[in-house]
């Protein structure tokens, strides 16, 4: 095998599978970190609702939309390995739509900013939506 043999086929090959292993590895320690996240949501979740006679519904639903975020990003790393190593592009829309329902919870002084997130919500519905109109058209 010459040089030239080895540059054309060989060491794509193993750049692409150290690249593919580096990633991996980070997403999988992402993966550890997300879950620690929500085990910490879960313990604030249940501190909340069992040793505080009074559970505050803003900060309640802001716990519950954020172990949802987090959860989504668990279910978006599982994709990740179950697809190939790749992202679908739906589940960062629906990590964004839960990430402005935080931010309507959380930030919801202004009427502007409000009006806003939901506009930003909508956009995502509608490209979420044309994301499954086109998965759609590539099956048909």
């Known amino acids: 095998m010459n040089t030239q043999d080895f540059m054309e086929t060989k060491l794509p090959v ?6 593919r292993i580096i990633l991996s590895t980070t997403v999988i320690m992402l993966a550890v970190i997300d879950l620690v996240a929500v085990l910490k949501v879960i313990y604030g979740l249940s501190i909340m609702i069992f040793t505080s006679g009074n559970v505050v519904p803003a900060a309640f639903a802001e716990q519950i939309v954020m172990f949802f975020l987090y959860f989504g990003f668990l279910a978006l790393i599982s994709q990740y390995f179950k697809s190939g190593y790749h992202f679908p592009l739906r589940y960062f829309i629906y990590a964004g739509i839960t990430a402005m329902l935080r931010l309507i919870i959380v930030d919801h002084e202004s009427a502007v900013n409000t009006i806003l997130f939901a506009g930003a919500i909508l956009l995502m519905v509608i490209a ?6 086109s998965d759609k058209l590539k099956n048909f």
Do not use: G, H, P
């Not at 193993?14 to 690249?19: A, E, F, P, R, S």
């Not at 979420?128 to 109109?133: D, G, N, P, R």
């Open 128 to 133: 979420l939506c044309l994301v499954f109109y």
């Open 14 to 19: 193993m750049v692409t599978n150290i690249l």
